[in-house]
């Protein structure tokens, strides 16, 4: 909390204009590209990201496959994970939530304006309907991010089970997946301060679909949860 209210402090000057910005690109979303409605929301946090106090060390950015289309996999920290995806993939992607966070106040607004999917857990017909909705966009050259765990884990740098759901759209739409390691994510907001804090984000290699084609979701959903732990082991103590 103390960093957030840091950050409004500090950004006082500028949110005003921010939050027009995003009233009128939702107000208007017909005549405005996706693309430009990402580039402002990238730099609208990248700008957030410098007044933090956070050090990000990114890795593996030329992993990320040349042809748009993939699915990210990240383990899941906090409320800086977004942050730290939006702040260092330089293409546009989008992001597929739960629900509940299109009723938090001003980031629905955000998420609505970078055409975030919601998805109902406890309504099976409408998750399937998200999930052909990803599997069409990813194969029309829309990448993604799910965050496997389905929620966000509580124990610093450990995972909660991946969920082999996450994977049926990208299963379907044939196309790579990338899983991603983020590290020490959560003592941004978590710490209750202001000290400065690093924090680390590894794009990995990715899993193509020749790779992963006889496997069922539920395999692909450990395999991509092995390298992504491998990963955390291999870094968490790198500062």
């Not at 103390?2 to 409004?8: D, G, Q, S």
């Not at 921010?18 to 017909?30: A, D, F, G, P």
């Not at 109902?120 to 990803?134: G, H, L, P, T, W």
Request: glycine letters at 4%; hydrophobic letters at 40%.
């Amino acid at each position: 909390m103390k960093r957030i209210i840091f950050l409004v402090i500090r950004l006082i000057y500028r949110i005003p204009g921010w939050l027009m910005t995003i009233h009128r690109y939702n107000k208007h979303k017909e005549e405005v590209s996706f693309e430009e409605r990402f580039d402002f929301t990238q730099r609208l946090i990248r700008k957030v990201n410098e007044k933090s106090r956070v050090n990000i060390h990114c890795y593996g950015q030329e992993n990320l496959p040349e042809e748009q289309g993939y699915l990210m996999a990240p383990n899941h920290q906090g409320l800086f994970d977004a942050l730290i995806l939006i702040g260092t993939h330089d293409r546009p992607f989008r992001f597929v939530i739960k629900k509940e966070l299109m009723n938090v106040f001003v980031l629905k607004d955000v998420l609505r304006m970078i055409d975030a999917l919601a998805i109902d857990r406890e309504n099976i017909r409408a998750s399937v309907k998200v999930i052909r909705q990803v599997s069409k966009d990813m194969k029309s050259g829309i990448s993604y991010v799910i965050f496997p765990e389905g929620t966000r884990c509580r124990q610093q740098n450990k995972m909660l089970e991946f969920k082999g759901g996450t994977f049926k759209s990208v299963m379907d739409a044939k196309k790579p997946i990338v899983p991603v390691a983020l590290i020490d994510c959560y003592k941004v907001f978590d710490n209750n301060s202001i000290e400065k804090v690093d924090a680390q984000i590894h794009y990995l290699p990715p899993i193509f679909y020749e790779e992963y084609q006889d496997m069922s979701s539920m395999e692909v959903a450990r395999l991509v949860q092995s390298k992504v732990e491998q990963c955390i082991l291999e870094n968490e103590n790198k500062f």
